[in-house]
Nanobody, 125 residues
Framework: EQLAESGGGLVQPGGSLRLSCTAP????????VGWFRQAPGKEREPVSC????????AYADSVQGRFTISRDNVNNAVYLQMDNLKPEDTAVYYC???????????????????WGQGTQVTVAS
């Protein structure tokens, strides 16, 4: 399955964006889904995730209180609402999901199998 991210773009500091992760024929509802980002010259880092077990969520300290991950089972998508964006949030953002229906908490989970191509987020004035 190929996941697809959308919703990236250029935004001023303090602004908001909502990223979407979709995949035709892929049911997000029973999968661990995570958002990651990679800034130029840096390693990819986890940003947020949502559990397959009970939809509990986890966030990196750097985005806690500003970003919100959610799962939309009607539209079969996972979103990352990003508010109060900062220049240091500039990166390519990727979504990822595990391979099989699962029953996991996502915090600490690292067995992602499906990945998207990424969407660029640039925060600049």
């Amino acid at each position: 399955e190929q996941l697809a991210e959308s919703g990236g773009g250029l935004v001023q500091p303090g602004g908001s964006l909502r990223l979407s992760c979709t995949a035709p024929g892929f049911t997000f509802g029973y999968h661990v889904v995570g958002w990651f980002r990679q800034a130029p010259g840096k390693e990819r880092e986890p940003v947020s995730c949502i559990s397959s077990r009970d939809d509990t969520t986890a966030y990196a300290d750097s985005v806690q209180g500003r970003f919100t991950i959610s799962r939309d089972n009607v539209n079969n998508a996972v979103y990352l609402q990003m508010d109060n964006l900062k220049p240091e949030d500039t990166a390519v953002y990727y979504c990822a999901a595990d391979k099989y229906y699962s029953n996991y908490y996502c915090e600490g989970f690292n067995d992602y199998f499906y990945w998207g191509q990424g969407t660029q987020v640039t925060v600049a004035s």
